[in-house]
């Protein structure tokens, strides 16, 4: 069997308020205490008498009469008009919306009104059956007469005398009587089951929560214990890099105490060095000599410097017929082993 999703919707719906419908109607025959019983409204007539509805039970089924109200001193929910100002009608309908029950009324109430389109007014009641039908009740007026009966009582709600009970002439509200959800053990029940759903989704968030707290405090515990061994520990970075810096440096520049030896052999005693510079492993020697050419020979002998040559050209002292010189060479590159070898073998200790 194929059923639209329209379908589906109107027979769920129908069951629904058949079994909403049923425990409105088992909570209303219940005897209950005098807290918990609903306390019929009280209205006014036209005439100032103050009247209420009470329920009987007949053969076709709950009917209202009314009866002179108990209590004087309540105010009235609204103000009755004379039946000779009010036309009644039934209306049986399906299980419809709320929205499609309004068309439905307000299209009969267009037909079967006596009064001009533009001076009609009508107000219905809605009574759910057994049988999941609606039974509408309408009552037609004269729109005049009710703005005239609105002059006359500003304060109070207009309501016509129907055989189920008021019908309201303004808004056109429902019966106030099917309001089941404003009883207070309903009302009471419904507080309880939403305090119940807001803990039952609440306490893991709070669980939670709590969880969260506790970790932090331990995480702010670990941090103050380790925060010695934090600072340690980048004083122990800083010296790892100037160690990484002084390594660097002893790689890019050697050991100059071997060069000095090994020039002190090779350069003649006639020969003066006035300065000599060591930059990484660049050696610039300025001096002078009987022959300067002779000293750059000399240099290119030594292994550990290649690349020797004149940094300038020669110039001879008339005075002493000695010449200076700038001689430029570079240093063999050699590993930090070798270089500490040939020191300590300079200062005459064993490798």
Do not use: C
Not at 84 to 95: A, F, G, I, S, Y
Not at 178 to 205: D, M, R
Request: net charge neutral.
């Amino acid at each position: 069997m194929n059923l639209s999703m329209n379908d589906v919707r109107l027979h769920l719906t129908t069951w629904f308020n058949w079994w909403l419908g049923g425990w409105q109607d088992a909570w209303a025959m219940l005897p209950k205490p005098a807290a918990l019983q609903t306390r019929p409204a009280i209205f006014q007539t036209t005439d100032g008498a103050r009247l209420s509805f009470s329920a009987t039970v007949n053969t076709p089924g709950t009917w209202l009469s009314m009866h002179q109200a108990s209590t004087s001193n309540s105010a009235p929910q609204g103000v009755l008009l004379a039946d000779d100002d009010v036309l009644l009608r039934e209306l049986n309908l399906p299980p419809l919306s709320e929205r499609d029950i309004a068309a439905a009324v307000a299209l009969d109430a267009q037909i079967a009104s006596p009064f001009p389109a533009s001076d009609t007014h009508f107000g219905y009641s809605i009574r759910r059956l057994t049988n999941g039908q609606r039974q509408i009740e309408i009552a037609l007026i004269r729109k005049s007469k009710l703005e005239q009966l609105q002059i006359q009582y500003p304060q109070h709600a207009l309501f016509a005398r129907g055989e189920r009970g008021a019908i309201p002439l303004q808004n056109d509200n429902h019966d106030r009587q099917t309001a089941w959800y404003l009883s207070p053990l309903t009302l009471g029940l419904s507080i309880l089951l939403g305090l119940v759903l807001i803990a039952w989704i609440i306490s893991p968030t709070l669980l939670l929560r709590a969880e969260s707290i506790a970790h932090e405090a331990a995480f702010a515990k670990l941090n103050r214990a380790a925060a010695p061994l934090l600072q340690k520990r980048e004083e122990l970075s800083a010296l790892q890099q100037q160690l990484e810096s002084a390594r660097a440096f002893d790689n890019e520049h050697p050991a100059p105490q071997p060069i000095l030896e090994q020039l002190s052999s090779h350069i003649p005693d006639s020969t003066w060095i006035s300065q000599l510079t060591l930059r990484k492993d660049q050696l610039t020697l300025e001096g002078s000599s009987d022959n300067a050419i002779a000293i750059v020979s000399l240099l290119e002998k030594i292994p550990a410097l290649k690349e020797v040559r004149l940094g300038a050209s020669i110039n001879r002292d008339p005075r002493n017929g000695r010449e200076t010189f700038q001689i430029l060479a570079r240093i063999q590159a050699s590993t930090p082993s070798s270089t500490l070898a040939k020191s300590t073998q300079a200062n005459g200790a064993k490798p």
